[in-house]
T-cell receptor
């Protein structure tokens, strides 16, 4: 079974600064997908960024980028120019490349990010 | 983007009664939907995978007779908490898988806060 570990329960960053959230995972599969989801106080899950394991290039979405180290099974999220609206719970998630019921997401325990003035 | 509607957003019920939560994909068909449970300040725990036209697949430790799942159509899955008790109080979230050309993408409902008194 896959496991996802987020070792930082809480983090704080000042507005306009950069912060990196850590995530490690364990799997025996070679092809899979990794995600970062944001859950603001509204509790709506929002996809921040996704990475396909077979792609070596790190994914980027505006201020959000990842550092994907496949051999180390590490998938960190970097938020640049942090904004107050980035305050939320961030979950790292793993998904198998197989379809059907195997398409379920396995979530990490989350990192609560607070952006301060 | 695709929209998944979950209803109700909040519900309070008495112990011993049953509560039904609906999850609808509004602009796409979803053969697979997932039901998660989230305790305060914790991660999302998968309860079951809902498959259109067949029985749901429950995760280990989840009582099938307590959490009834029906995926009656390609756009609707329902979770019924039967004979609810205070320990069933939680935040329940559904997600629906949308097929892309080479992959699937998960979209989440807004969640349902269930309080059993």
């Amino acid at each position: 079974a896959q496991t996802v570990t987020q070792s930082q329960p809480e983090m704080s960053v000042q507005e306009a600064e950069t912060v990196t959230l850590s995530c490690t995972y364990d799997t025996s599969e070679n092809n899979y997908y990794l995600f970062w989801y944001k859950q603001p106080p509204s509790r709506q899950m929002i996809l921040v960024i996704r990475q396909e394991a077979y792609k070596q290039q790190n994914a980027t979405e505006n201020r959000f980028s990842v550092n994907f180290q496949k051999a180390a099974k590490s998938f960190s999220l970097k938020i640049s120019d942090s904004q107050l609206g980035d305050t939320a719970m961030y979950f790292c998630a793993f998904r198998s490349s197989y379809t059907g019921t195997a398409s379920k997401l396995t979530f990490g325990t989350g990192t609560r990010l607070q952006v301060t003035l | 983007g695709a929209v998944v509607s979950q209803h109700p957003s909040r519900v309070i019920c008495k112990s011993g009664t049953s509560v039904k939560i609906e999850c609808r994909s509004l602009d796409f068909q979803a053969t697979t939907m997932f039901w998660y449970r989230q305790f305060p300040k914790q991660s999302l725990m998968l309860m079951a995978t809902s498959n259109e036209g067949s029985k749901a697949t429950y995760e280990q430790g989840v009582e099938k007779d307590k959490f009834l799942i029906n995926h009656a159509s390609l756009t609707l899955s329902t979770l019924t908490v039967t004979s609810a008790h205070p320990e069933d109080s939680s935040f329940y979230i559904c997600s629906a898988l949308r097929l892309r050309s080479t992959d699937t993408e998960a979209f989440f409902g807004q969640g349902t806060r269930l309080t059993v008194v």
